[in-house]
């Protein structure tokens, strides 16, 4: 079972780190047409096995176990917030959903599990308390679109300034996931589409319903079920990828094929499961940087050392939890046999660790290294830990917009830095209007003349959908790919 390295030729320069905390989120789904809606596809989402949809198959993993109630049990119920679910046990049985007391953002099934979360609630719980009693039009307010999400960026900002920490992904979410008016945002709501339970309507505004059927409604679905089955980190550790290595006898194109020639389990092509959909998502940032780093002609012979370095910028959990996909590359790219892989951003946790690679890495010394450094980019080089880079990669960095706890100026500073380290940068971005804009801030930071290489479709993007109301409703992450030779004139 030994396998012909797919190897090219080498890789890249540069060093430097980075910061900057990331939004992963994908993307409208512009490549797939709007499905048309489908009781029986969401029915069939709902009970929870496979789903309808193009050509690409892949194994199953582990699935959480779910009672006759359709509740799942979850031994970490704060990896996702979602309005109109159980936040403990994420029951979606509505009867006996009821908010929180106080502040009315977050539902439990019962008062056990009200009292179950309250030790984690509690001090947030109390700001919000305070906010709605400072304002007595809290619930009835309408918001054009653009200023409901400045108002919810801004109350995450000054609740990270009185609690003075960084509010977990969880807690961010209950701003932007919010129960409100799909259309006005105003906070009382009369009905909830039985069916994604994703999206409320205010009695003005209930007859909106019928156009969020369809293709909203099943990728929102879609999105819930996959939150809350793959929320389980246990669920993640199953998911590495022992026994993927990519030949040339079974050539790939994009993640449908490599699906098809390396991720197959499943006989009916037109079906996925949910792991098929999360499998995607697991593998998509390597095979992106790989066919990124081949696509744009990066991987001349001296370009890959047999220690390769690549920094992630704005890193955040989602990176964190991916990390062991990052095997795959060894697998891919025999020559390396270290593969170090930064994250760097100030929502991580300070880590090393060496991770165990599988039978075949082991037999032949090849090695996984992680390293998390809890900092922005431009500090992150002047890090005791660091490493000069083979490559930069963001996915879904976003230069040109700061997240709201930051400096509205920190990514100048950073790309200045990743512009220092010399090597090839790959960004990702969910929107192609994203990735423009991080195209032109590159260009305000460092001079027009500095262009990418590369800007297109990317063929590795992942098909898992996260809610992003932003794009729409949901987006798909590493839809778009730009990539850089490096960030000099
Ligand atoms: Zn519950
Ligand atoms: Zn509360
Ligand atoms: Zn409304
Ligand atoms: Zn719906
Ligand atoms: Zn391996």
Known sequence: MRRECLDNNGGGGGGGGGRHPERRQGNKDRGSAVRQFDKTRLDSLDSGRTVRHSSCRSRTYGMLQENS??????????????????????????????????????????????????????EICTIITDFINDDPQWYDRCYLYDDWVKLQASLIRIIQVILKRQLEPYEMQMFMFTKACFI????????????????????????????????????MSLCLNLDVRFSEDSVWESLRIKNIFPDVKRPFTNMESFCNQYCHIRENLDYWSFSDYHIT???????????????????????????????????????????????????????????????????LEPEYNEHQTC????????????????????????????????????????LHRPLPALNPDSWSESIKTMQSQKCPVLLTATLSCKADYDITMIQQVLGPSVKPILSTFNDFRTFRPYRDFEAGYVSFRNIYLTVYDNLNV
């Open 69 to 122: 109630n359709g509740e799942a049990h979850h031994s970490n119920s704060n990896q996702f917030f979602h309005p109109n679910i159980c936040h403990v046990c994420k029951s979606r049985i509505q009867d006996s959903l009821r908010p929180c007391n106080w502040c009315h953002m977050i539902s439990y099934c019962c008062e056990e599990h009200k009292w179950q979360h309250r030790p984690h609630h509690i």
């Open 184 to 219: 006005c945002h105003q906070r009382h709501t009369s009905y909830t589409c039985e069916y994604c339970l994703s999206v409320s309507y205010c009695s003005d505004h209930v007859h909106h319903i019928y156009k969020h059927y369809g293709s909203m409604c099943y990728q």
């Open 359 to 398: 039978f075949y890495c082991k037999e032949d010394n090849k090695r996984l290294i992680l390293e998390a450094s809890s900092v922005l980019y431009h500090d992150y080089v002047f890090h005791i830990n660091y490493r000069r880079p083979n490559v930069i990669v963001g996915f879904q960095a976003e």
């Open 281 to 347: 998502d697991y593998i998509s940032d390597p095979l992106t940087l790989y066919n990124g780093m081949q696509s744009a002609h990066l991987f001349h012979p001296e370009a890959i050392t047999n220690t390769f370095v690549i920094h992630i910028i704005a890193a955040n959990n989602v990176d964190r939890r991916n990390f062991l996909a990052w095997e795959l590359l060894l697998h891919l790219l025999n020559r390396i046999t270290k593969l170090i892989i930064v994250l760097i951003g100030p929502e």
